[in-house]
């Protein structure tokens, strides 16, 4: 007797997919307290306020004299030179018809509403062995002074929890005086790779590899990638394609890390034991996703921790990880806005062949502008990410002609 076969279910849409997993990634409640040096990449915990005004006093700009404009009201005024200030220390107050020396970042003295760069000045000596400066250019009020909290407020929120801290970030905490920063912890992420046709560079030389075997090139990149995110990895090596050594290793990984991260096995044949090895010890997602390279997915729990399973081609692995797992290890430090950005770029390439599933395409920047394609955009060429700094984001059923505006993620935005 016929059987009608299942219908398969409609690949999923990126966005979609990116959503539902979004919505599981609930934010590590721990905490903990790192020095500023060392936060880098870390992701704060808790609002930077700043006590103080930064810059604390009105300060000079520039290498000049401090004056009163009432006392310039024309150029080739000469003035005393009453005091000088460095920056440091804190000057007198300026008297009426003198200037002050002042250099970059010394306290303005009370009195003085303006600076004048040194060069618009002449130092000149008096007839009783003093020092006075003819000044040659009418000051405007203000000018060359910097603002006490021109830059931060005093009561100002100067980072907000959920940033994710860069080196510019660094510098602000410091300037408001912060020694330490409170920071989610590291996420901890258990890595491994399924496949018996896997070799590690190292154990067996290229002239030596058995037919039908592979070096595993996916377990260097996404650890790479994972310590970018801010992860503690632990790697648990190539695990054999035996449904008890899965188990074992989903077990073993499962106890004490937040996600489990895993790359091949995720389909559904004979040697891809993923699936019911996940699903003996927790629940599996097997998501077919409308995204090329990277439609196999899947997401899913192993006790207290999340799975996820990334496609066995080295690019979808790549591609999925920036996209999908990316966001998913950021929400889980607190950061919100977790969506690489985009930007608008000319194409100087031909795409004649629209694709169902919403295409990313390996490209960089032309020396002339616009972006070039590479040769080759199959999901096992990995030499397409190393040569490319990027991918047009390509909606399904869209060709590209020379000239057309595109969507452009640099892959910074993915790692």
């Known amino acids: 007797m016929n059987t009608l076969q299942k219908p398969r279910p409609p690949l999923k849409p990126l966005d979609d997919a990116l959503a539902d997993l979004l919505a599981q990634a609930q934010p590590l409640a721990e905490t903990e307290t790192v020095a500023t040096f060392d936060a880098d990449g870390r992701v704060l915990a808790q609002n930077c306020t700043s006590a103080l005004h930064v810059p604390p006093l009105d300060n000079s700009s520039m290498d000049g004299y401090a004056v009163r404009c009432a006392d310039v009201g024309a150029a080739g005024v000469v003035l005393a030179v009453s005091q000088r200030i460095a920056a440091g220390s804190a000057g007198e107050p300026l008297a009426p018809g003198t200037a002050a020396r002042i250099f970059t970042g010394a306290p303005v003295p009370a009195g003085a509403d303006a600076v004048l760069m040194q060069e618009d000045c002449e130092a000149i000596a008096t007839a009783e062995g003093g020092v006075a400066v003819r000044i040659n250019a009418v000051p405007q009020p203000g000018q060359w002074i910097r603002r006490a909290g021109e830059d931060i407020a005093r009561g100002t929120v100067v980072l907000a929890a959920g940033t994710r801290l860069s080196p510019a970030e660094l510098g602000l905490a410091a300037s408001i005086g912060l020694h330490q920063l409170q920071v989610a912890r590291r996420p901890r992420v258990a890595l491994f790779s399924t496949g018996d046709e896997l070799v590690m560079p190292g ?69 891809d034991h993923i699936k019911p090895a996940v699903e003996s010890l927790g629940r599996l997602d097997l998501w077919q996703i409308a995204m090329k390279p990277g439609k196999p997915f899947a997401y899913g729990t192993v006790g207290q921790a999340h799975f996820m399973g990334l496609p066995g081609n080295p690019v979808s ?99």
């Open 203 to 271: 154990d067996v030389p290229p002239e030596q590899m058995p037919p039908g075997a592979i070096y595993n090139s996916n377990r260097f990149f996404l650890r790479a990638m994972l310590l970018r995110l801010g992860c503690e990895v632990t790697d648990f090596g190539i695990v054999p394609d035996r449904r008890d050594a899965t188990i074992a290793a989903l077990r073993e990984a499962s106890a004490a890390h937040d996600l489990i991260l895993t790359s091949g096995g995720v389909s559904v044949g004979e040697e």
């Open 317 to 415: 692995s790549f591609v999925t990880f920036g996209l999908l797992v990316r966001p998913f290890v950021l929400r889980l430090q607190g950061v919100s806005d977790v969506a690489p950005k985009r930007i608008a770029a000319t194409a100087r390439f031909d795409w004649p062949r629209a694709d169902k599933r919403r295409e990313f395409l390996r490209v960089r920047h032309h020396a002339e502008g616009g972006l070039e394609l590479f040769n080759n955009q199959s999901s096992g060429v990995l030499t397409s990410a190393a040569w490319g700094d990027g991918v047009v984001d390509n909606p399904a059923g869209q060709t590209i002609a020379a000239g057309d505006t595109v969507q452009y993620i640099a892959f910074s935005e993915l790692l």
